[in-house]
């Protein structure tokens, strides 16, 4: 297997641009969840997904982030416009059969908004 | 806040020594999990614990966890320079909510070679 797939590794872009992250979970796993982690916040849960649909997205910091799953396979976190402030490393996890069990992360994209 | 934290923040160890990470949360858990992850890579999972569950191996990882004094314990033992990584406890309340699974700040680890 090959995991949770995640692209672009590195973004770098300027404010105001529009950054789209993409993520592959892992075949299978009915739950998705993106995350963001900076050193001063640590690492905070955005929005998760059970079966393709959006559960909580109590953790998107503004309405200028959004999150779509089309199919179980895909999964898009996008900020428009972006701001410096958004700087920061975002991983998807994938987990299967329950919401507090184990998490598979992926390798994460780290964004620079310049 | 259901959120454990990491004691201490930043560990430094020579190979072979064993490492000692603790994690202290608030509320009663369904189940307490470690995390590893290397410089500029996503989180491993390493073991998970119920909360009816006092110690747990996994090859040179002992866990142990403490309901009644809210804590749990990541023993590496016989370190390697390949162990150094952040690790994060992360806790899970007993809603079942897949939002209630918070993770802490972390303990940094290096093992010097």
């Known amino acids: 297997d090959a995991g949770v797939i995640q692209s672009p590794r590195h973004e770098v872009t300027e404010m105001g641009q529009e950054v789209t992250l993409r993520c592959k979970p892992i075949s299978g796993h009915d739950y998705l969840f993106w995350y963001r982690q900076t050193m001063m916040r640590g690492l905070e849960l955005l929005i998760y997904f059970n079966n393709n649909v959006p559960i909580d997205d109590s953790g998107m910091p503004e309405d200028r982030f959004s999150a779509k799953m089309p199919n179980a396979s895909f999964s898009t976190l996008k900020i428009q416009p972006s701001e410096p402030r958004d700087s920061a490393v975002y991983f998807c996890a994938s987990s299967l059969g329950g919401g507090v069990g184990q998490r598979f992360f992926g390798s994460g994209t780290q964004l620079s908004v310049l | 806040s259901q959120q454990g934290e990491e004691d201490p923040q930043a560990l430094s160890i020579q190979e072979g020594e064993n490492a000692t990470m603790n994690c202290s949360y608030k509320?009663?858990?369904?189940?307490l999990q470690w995390y590893r992850q290397n410089s500029g890579r996503g989180l491993v999972h390493l073991i998970l614990i119920r909360s009816n569950e006092r110690e747990k191996h996994s090859g040179r990882l002992r866990v142990t966890l403490d309901t009644s004094k809210k804590s749990s314990s990541l023993l590496i033992t016989a370190s390697r320079a390949a162990d150094t990584a952040s690790y994060f406890c992360a806790t899970a309340g007993l809603s079942g909510s897949a939002r209630q699974l918070t993770f802490g700040s972390g303990t940094q680890l290096t093992v010097l070679p």
């Open positions: 509320t009663s858990i369904n189940n």
